[in-house]
């Protein structure tokens, strides 16, 4: 890895769900069923719809208000248990990102609103780790996540990378506008199971991405339409 000086870009932070693995159909289902277990009437598609790009904590934050309940104390731990023991028989690359990350010139790092362990095993079981590690950072790592701009600039803060020199990929609306509040260019991704493009990537747009793509190929072209 290393700067690209000749490029627009010293650094790519990515999303991890729904960016660089085919996650958040499984995820919305293990959350949908754990919730419907513990009393709370809700399905994989309003968990996936609602709460994309959002961390568990403030999920489980909303929920609790929307239904005036409170989820017992180790529901967060457990559905994280569940959700990574599904990951290890289902879970894959998005298409295109193994390539991607093996031909990319430029500093990269994952920034994701889930708990680093969920990071670190999803990107372990999609044979990513080594491409990615040990530029990880979660949103545990700061005091407001998305669409707040800390995570993103925790991460280009760590990688030594101005704000105005970072691409971030991100595949949903909160993550887009926490890209643009840390002042950087923001790519959408609208290729990933869970979404259908023709829907999604007007909301990307509106959200304020800077582009939007539907598959990981064309990346590279994108980045050198911003030279």
Known sequence: MGRNADGPFDLVIFDLDGVLVDSELISSRVTAAALMEAGIPISA??????????????????IEAAHGCRLPG??????RERV???????????????????????????????HPDRIRGSLEVTGLLDRLAPHLFSATMVDHG??????????????????????????????????KAA?????????????????????????????????????????????
């Open 45 to 62: 598609a309003e968990v996936c719809d609602r709460f994309l790009g959002v961390s568990t904590a403030q999920m489980l934050h909303e």
């Open 74 to 79: 180790a529901f967060r731990e457990q559905l």
């Open 183 to 227: 002042g950087m260019t923001v790519f959408g991704f609208a290729g990933a199971s869970h979404v259908r493009a023709e829907a999604q990537a007007p909301r990307l747009q509106a959200a304020g991405a800077d582009a939007v793509f539907t598959e990981m190929a064309a990346l590279a072209g994108l980045m050198q339409a911003f030279e």
């Open 84 to 114: 990574l023991k599904a990951f290890e028989h289902e879970l894959e690359p998005v298409a295109g990102v193994p390539a991607l990350l093996d031909a990319l010139a430029v500093d990269r790092c994952v920034a994701s609103s889930s």
């Open 146 to 179: 998305k669409p707040a701009p800390d995570l993103f600039l925790l991460a280009a803060a760590r990688m030594t990378a101005a704000p105005k020199r970072c691409l971030v990929i991100e595949d949903s609306e909160v993550g887009v506008r926490a890209g």
